[in-house]
């Protein structure tokens, strides 16, 4: 059974950092591109961040150069590293990999 469990959101002030991360069973991480999306209310979910098998890496212009994407294929963890956040940076996050979605973790940018 294949399941991508999302963690690591919460609630923080503009300018603050988070680190979600996405846990991975059921297929072989490794071998997959992962990615990061988000959906704020009453907008579509967006790609924030992806990365292959190789460690490459690309990012959505509305984040890039406050994001880094990474992965641990060990652990079968993806990570998303999310720095100086904004309140338009409010949305649920999620992950992605071969065609399956996790359920998401909320992220709160508010003072």
């Known amino acids: 059974q294949v399941q991508l469990v999302e963690s690591g959101g919460g609630l923080v002030p503009p300018g603050g950092s988070l680190r979600l991360s996405c846990t991975v069973s059921?297929?072989?991480?490794?071998?997959?591109?992962m990615s990061w999306y988000r959906q704020a209310p009453g907008k579509e979910r967006e790609l924030v961040a992806s990365?292959?098998?190789?460690?490459?890496?690309s990012y959505a212009d509305s984040m890039k150069g406050r994001i880094t994407i990474s992965r641990d294929n060990a652990k079968n963890t993806v990570y998303l590293q999310m720095n100086s956040l904004k309140p338009e940076d409010t949305a649920a996050y999620y992950c992605?990999?071969?065609?399956?979605w996790g359920r998401g973790t909320q992220v709160t940018v508010s003072s």
């Open positions: 992605s990999g071969f065609g399956y």
């Open positions: 059921g297929f072989m991480f490794g071998r997959y591109a």
């Open positions: 990365i292959g098998t190789s460690g490459s890496t």
